[in-house]
């Protein structure tokens, strides 16, 4: 049988919309920071720092169930010493750092492609969601860093422990 099979051949400007995810690396910290240009613009002590990649595909229902699952998350120890208290729980904070380098891929050559990133004119809105979002779920303000800026993060992961979850495999 000769020709392509479209069904199982993609390259990444053809990737169905159903392979697109928002993706977010959670990290449970002791602190964390976000240094621009160097001055600290944002800090945290105990908490959640989360890095966030946006795709096109994206939507307020991705934006609902990630923010929901970050602050309920059971990643920090209860008097036993078993992870079993989330960040509202324990009073924690929150510190979001847009990362489109988060759906790089690096299937052909060395140099990783960032083709699967939203652009500035969708992704902005949908950071700013995102921290709207997650201030709403978490019943106060988060930190945040800058999208698009140079920064410099610095953080103490506590365990370690650090989740990674995608949006359209709800895992």
Not at 98 to 115: E, M, V
Request: proline share 4%.
């Amino acid at each position: 049988m000769s020709g392509n099979n479209d069904a199982t051949k993609h390259t990444e400007s053809t990737i169905p919309l159903y392979l697109a995810f928002m993706r977010a690396v959670i990290q449970r910290v002791s602190k964390a920071s976000v240094t621009i240009d160097g001055n600290v613009y944002s800090q945290i002590g105990v908490g959640l720092l989360v890095l966030v990649g946006i795709e096109d595909s994206d939507t307020t229902n991705d934006i609902e169930w990630l923010s929901g699952k970050i602050v309920n998350l059971r990643v920090f120890n209860d008097d036993n010493g078993i992870m079993n208290v989330s960040v509202i729980d324990n009073n924690g904070e929150i510190l979001i750092v847009s990362q489109f380098t988060l759906h790089a891929s690096t299937k052909k050559g060395n140099r990783p492609s960032y083709i699967r990133a939203s652009k500035p004119d969708f992704a902005i809105p949908m950071y700013e969601k995102m921290i709207v979002q997650v201030s709403k779920d978490l019943g106060r303000p988060i930190k945040t860093g800058v999208f698009a800026a140079d920064m410099k993060v610095d953080l103490c992961n506590d365990g370690p422990v650090t989740i990674i979850i995608d949006t359209k495999n709800k895992e």
